[in-house]
């Protein structure tokens, strides 16, 4: 998962550069959304560690 969001920042960037900017923040804002419903699914994950 966490390559798919470079991935998504890495194609957000060349659109910016090569002048597609409405693209651009499209996808960035989708890996936002996405980076933050992963960061939340590991921040809410019970640990299994038996101590």
Same mark, same amino acid.
């Given at each position: 998962?966490?390559?798919?969001? +470079?991935?998504?920042?890495? =194609?957000?960037? %060349?659109?910016? &550069? ?8 499209? #996808? +960035?804002?989708?890996?936002? =959304?996405?980076? %933050?419903?992963? &960061? ?8 299994? #560690?038996?101590?």
């Amino acid at each position: 998962m966490m390559s798919l969001l +470079f991935l998504l920042v890495f =194609v957000a960037m %060349l659109c910016a &550069f090569t002048g597609i900017k409405g693209a651009s923040y499209i #996808i +960035f804002a989708i890996t936002v =959304v996405l980076g %933050l419903y992963w &960061f939340h699914h590991h921040a809410t994950d019970p640990l299994s #560690i038996l101590l």
